[in-house]
Structures are given as C-alpha cells and as structure tokens.
C-alpha cells in the first residue's frame, strides 16, 4: 500500500474520533429548548444540563494524558469510542435531567480524551510535509460532525415528542463503526520507541507510513527519537521553565479559541437567531447554514496550512472575528437584525480558516515527544475548561445583557488574540517534530 493512501486511512480513522466530538457536542442544541421544557428546568439547572458534556470534555482533557501515555494511542481511541457509544444510547433513553446530565457527562469524558490522543496520534505518524493537513483532518471531521448533526436535528425534529431522544441516539451508529475501526490501525512509532522502547515493531510502521526513506535514513529517525526520549532532559517534569514557551503557546491559542464565542454561539444557535425575529424553525435551518460554512472553509483553511503556515492563517482569522464580531455587535445595538445571520456565517468562516483549522495542529507539534501529551492535555484542559464555562454562563449572560455588549466583549478577545499572533507565535510548518523541539531551545 502506498504511504499515502496508508497514512491517509490510518488519520482519517482516528480523526473520526473528531467527528464524533462535533456531533456530540452540537447535537444537543436541537434538544436544548425541549429538555428545558420537559423536566421544567430554571435557567441555572438548564445552563447545567446543557454544559454537562462540556464539563466531563474538562475532565477527559485532564486525565486523558494518562491513558494516551500509558495504554498507547491505539488503544486509547478505542476506548474513546466505547465511551461515545455509551453516552448516545444513555442520553436517549434519560428519564430525568440528573441520568441526562450523567450520560451527556460520559460522552464528554470522551471528548476530552479525543482532542488528546487523536491529534496527537496523527501528529506523530504524519510525514513533515503533510502534518498540518493530516492533523488538521481531525478538526474536518469535527466540523462534518458538526453539520451532520445540525442536519440529523432538522430530519428528527418534526418526528413527534421523542424526537430529541432520536437526536441524541442517533450517534451510536458512528461511534460504533468508530470503535471498530480503531482495531485495525497501527500504534504510533514514537509512543512505542519513547514509552516501551519497541524498535523493531516501531521501523515495521515506519515501513509503511513512509516507505521512501532508506534503510540508513529508517536508522538514523528510531535513533534520533530514541535518543532524545532517553536523554535525561526529557525525563524531567512537565511544568519546568525549559518549557515556558509550549505551555504558553498551548494554553493561549485553547484560551482564545473558546473566548471568540465559538461554542457559545454553536450551541445556542437556533436560539440566537430567534433573537433577530426568525422563527424557531427557520432559525433551525440557519443553524445548517453554520455548519456548511464550516465545513467549507475548514477545508480551506486545511488547503492552506501547510502552505501559508499557522501563523498566517490565525492572523486572517482574527482579522474575520474583528469584523464579524463587531458588526454583529453594531447590528444588535442598532436594530439592523437582518444581517446578523451573515455575521454569524462571516464569524463561523473566520474561526474556520484561523482557530480552527490550527488550534489541534500547533498544540500536537510543540512539546517533546515525552511531554506532548502532556501538552496535549494542557492545551485541552484550558479549551474545555473554558468552553464548559461560556456555555453554562451563556444564557445568563444574554439575561444580563444586551446581546450587543455580549458580542462585544468577545470581539476585544480577539483584538487581544491579535496581539498574541503577533508578538509570541512563532512558525512551524514544514518542520519535523524534533526539529521544532530544538528550535523552541527544548533540547
């Protein structure tokens, strides 16, 4: 088999992990207003109910390091699909808010865990040249995951009460396939050489996932790896000043990405175009429109990170949410609610090319190969952390204030992202994974 085509179906698998993460996570904003309804939930316990999977995403980015590190890549996926399959079927079948918040928190749990070891895996068996767009494949599938569910919400809705049960159950279907595929991918080369010091099964896979190099060029990559996974430098801890300038890479670029609003307004999407006087279902419909605006320029912003690099592209993205997230502000203080839909579109587009597209890619390449999951865990925890946060505060916050303050608010975030951008991300692209390690003073 070719090495493209082999490193492509070995990525693409575990990327599904992400597309499972879209689905689960935006699935619920189908279901958000009925579940309020059913069991008569006060604005706090509805705030709770619907951050209940992003606070078990917490909980998974903090310990997912540990299984990733410990068990492998591999067969840390596959747990995560056991987890998915779990919480679908859980959550359908809910009688009350309290076993709704428990299986909801499950499928969490492996969100969390996903956003670690998937992009991680896919970092560590990509080829340099291609790493941003095979790791990137893993925020794709987040945002087709994304759609599918905004469209599986649209199809389910009108199909009587239990509808937002079938919304929920539906995601059993692909986490099962998920967890099947998991068992016919290879573990990743480098947890076998840095963790259990497998040569001869870790130049096996590096046979088939680049069997361009040479015997000699074959010798010279186990052995650089395993050198600097043996060197006494790489067995210190994680929080050490040696690597200052990954953790602040890592927890500023997951900070900024949730505090641009992005899961705020994916979640509570119907609802925030409701605000602009739509009806509910044509504000469901909108909703689809977010999710084909994502996946598109996602796709674009894949097309280019390998070319462009991440540094460019998360400049462009912050010059989208500026305008998109200013206007949007403008049009809520001003009445001109009709353009809001287009801001909204704009937003999702500029997170899409910028945030997006990049976050997952920079967080897996920056750590030495004996930190980066816990890296990789960092970077999570702050993203989920932050995102289970906005999204329990969110409907207060729209209470409290007027939606222009709100939108506001996020668009001085990103002026601030923009500075960070400028002043202390560096470039990566192009560049092995050890070369980065050195170039950031790590080794």
């Known amino acids: 088999m070719k090495s493209n085509s082999y490193v492509f179906r070995c990525a693409i698998i575990a990327a599904m992990g992400g597309f499972l993460f879209g689905f689960d996570t935006v699935v619920i904003s189908g279901a958000e207003q009925t579940v309020q309804s059913l069991w008569g939930l006060n604005a706090t316990l509805h705030g709770l109910a619907m951050s209940a999977a992003l606070w078990g995403t917490v909980l998974g980015a903090l310990l997912g390091g540990w299984p990733t590190d410990r068990y492998g890549r591999q067969r840390t996926l596959l747990y995560i699909g056991v987890l998915y399959l779990i919480s679908a079927v859980g959550s359908a079948f809910s009688t009350d808010v309290w076993s709704f918040m428990m299986f909801r928190f499950i499928g ?20 340099p040249e291609r790493r941003g767009r095979l790791t990137g494949l893993f925020q794709f599938n987040i945002v087709l995951g994304i759609l599918v569910a905004f469209l599986s919400n649209a199809l389910l809705s009108g199909i009587g009460e239990n509808a937002w049960r079938w919304m929920l159950g539906v995601e059993a279907f692909p986490a099962l396939i998920f967890t099947l595929l998991c068992l016919t991918i290879p573990e990743s080369p480098r947890w076998l050489i840095g963790r259990r010091d497998n040569r001869a099964e870790a130049i096996e896979i590096f046979r088939r996932i680049q069997p361009e190099l040479t015997a000699e060029q074959l010798d010279a990559r186990v052995a650089e ?5 043996q060197a006494p430098v790489s067995r210190e801890g994680f929080w050490t000043w040696r690597l200052r300038k990954p953790i602040a890479l890592a927890f500023l670029v997951a900070f900024f990405n949730q505090l641009s609003g992005i899961n705020a307004i994916l979640y509570f999407a119907p609802r925030i175009f409701e605000m602009t006087g739509l009806a509910s279902e044509a504000a469901l419909l909108q909703s689809i429109g977010i999710g084909v605006t994502n996946l598109i320029f996602t796709y674009v912003g894949l097309r280019m990170i390998d070319k462009l690099g991440r540094r460019t592209l998360l400049y462009i993205g912050s010059f989208g949410y500026l305008v998109s997230l200013g206007t949007s502000s403008w049009a809520f203080f001003t009445g001109h609610f009709g353009i809001v839909p287009y801001c909204i579109f704009a937003f999702i587009a500029a997170h899409a090319v910028g945030q997006g597209a990049v976050i997952w890619v920079l967080i897996s390449e920056i750590f030495p190969n004996q930190q980066r999951a816990a890296g990789q865990t960092l970077g999570s925890f702050t993203h989920w952390f932050f995102a289970a946060a906005l999204t329990m505060a969110f409907p207060a916050m729209v209470g409290a204030f007027e939606p222009g303050v709100v939108f506001l608010f996020f668009c001085f975030m990103m002026f601030l992202q923009l500075l960070w951008v400028r002043f202390m991300v560096p470039e990566t692209k192009g560049r092995p994974l050890e070369q980065i390690e050195k170039d950031l003073g790590m080794s």
């Not at 749990?109 to 068996?125: K, N, Q």
């Not at 790896?225 to 996974?229: F, G, K, L, Y």
Request: glycine share 12%; hydrophobic share 55%.
């Open 225 to 229: 790896i395993a050198t600097i996974a």
């Open 108 to 127: 969490g749990v492996g969100v969390g865990i996903s956003t670690i070891a998937a992009p991680l895996y896919i970092s560590e068996i990509a080829p």
